[in-house]
């Protein structure tokens, strides 16, 4: 597509529940990237694939997320046992994968948890 | 590990007023430094990059930035500033050697007054 789609672009989440965040990213972009923006900060990094594989997951703030990228292309973040603390914008972004390319940004899911 | 500094949180100015948003970074190898801009309600936006050869970069809509190797420093500038450049501006470093995640300033809210 035109520009990175994420998908819902809003959720509301009980604590304790499983939830799943879609990334679509620009078609030829090997390098897809997952952050959290929380109030008054900077992006963070969670995760960076390069095509189907996990090339840095050091940003994942613990085991209750995990992210997938099975055929390269479309993403999942998944968040188990949801906390009031997860609550962010969730952001995605992809790439070329050369040193130095900028990123092209989602709209981000905004996940709130009560 | 490699992190960001953005000294001014909020920053106003006139229509016209020349604009300089402090960026600087920790770490002492080589780097590509970015801006990235979030207007109102949109998503995060490239404004410029520097990944090698002349220091002063010039990007979208009258901005430029100037990267100062001994200062650790990329900071932003425009001559004059328009009230449709009311944004967040975010400063990020990608630390040279092998994948492409950055590092995010907290980011610097500017509104520009009529």
């Known amino acids: 597509g035109a520009g990175v789609s994420q998908t819902p672009s809003n959720k509301v989440t009980e604590k304790g529940k499983y939830v799943e965040l879609r990334c679509d990213p620009i078609s030829g972009h090997t390098a897809l990237y997952w952050y959290r923006q929380s109030l008054g900060q900077g992006p963070e990094f969670l995760i960076y694939?390069?095509?189907?594989?996990?090339?840095?997951d050091s940003g994942l703030p613990n085991d209750r997320f995990f992210a997938v990228r099975p055929e390269g292309s479309v993403s999942t973040l998944k968040i188990q046992r949801t906390e009031r603390g997860d609550s962010a914008v969730y952001l995605c972004?992809?790439?070329?994968?050369?040193?130095?390319?900028?990123?092209?940004f989602g709209s981000g899911t905004r996940l709130t948890v009560v | 590990a490699q992190s960001v500094s953005q000294h001014n949180h909020h920053v106003i100015l006139s229509e016209a007023a020349s604009l300089e948003l402090g960026c600087n970074y920790s770490?002492?190898?080589?780097?590509?430094l970015f801006w990235y801009v979030q207007y109102p309600g949109q998503h995060l936006q490239l404004l410029l990059k520097y990944f090698s050869g002349d220091p002063l970069v010039k990007g979208i809509k009258g901005f430029e930035a100037e990267f100062i190797k001994s200062k650790f420093s990329f900071n932003l500038r425009k001559p004059s500033v328009q009230w449709s450049d009311t944004a967040e501006y975010f400063c990020a470093v990608n630390a040279g050697g092998g994948g492409n995640k950055l590092t995010f300033g907290t980011g610097t809210q500017l509104k520009v007054e009529l």
């Open positions: 770490y002492g190898g080589t780097v590509n």
């Open positions: 694939f390069q095509g189907t594989g996990a090339a840095d």
């Open positions: 972004a992809s790439s070329f994968s050369f040193q130095g390319a900028g990123y092209t």
